[in-house]
């Protein structure tokens, strides 16, 4: 729900709809492994975890064309 219905985002909330699917692999493993953390970004910490590689790759692919 942060970055909306269509994932664009807010000013506050990072645009992921149609952002490279390599940044979004890069972006997620970082968030689950802990080295992007802390703020409001700890919530995507929560998010990350629990995914799997490959629901990551996927997500990734899904967001990226959008």
Do not use: N, W
Not at 14 to 21: D, L, N, S, T, V
Not at 39 to 50: E, I, L, N, S
């Amino acid at each position: 729900s942060c970055h909306t219905d269509s994932f664009a985002g807010t000013k506050a909330v990072a645009r992921i709809a149609g952002q490279r699917e390599e940044y979004l692999v890069k972006a997620l493993h970082d968030y689950k492994s802990g080295v992007r953390s802390g703020g409001g970004q700890a919530a995507m910490a929560d998010v990350a975890y629990p995914l799997s590689d490959e629901e990551i790759t996927a997500l990734a692919h899904y967001l990226a064309h959008l």
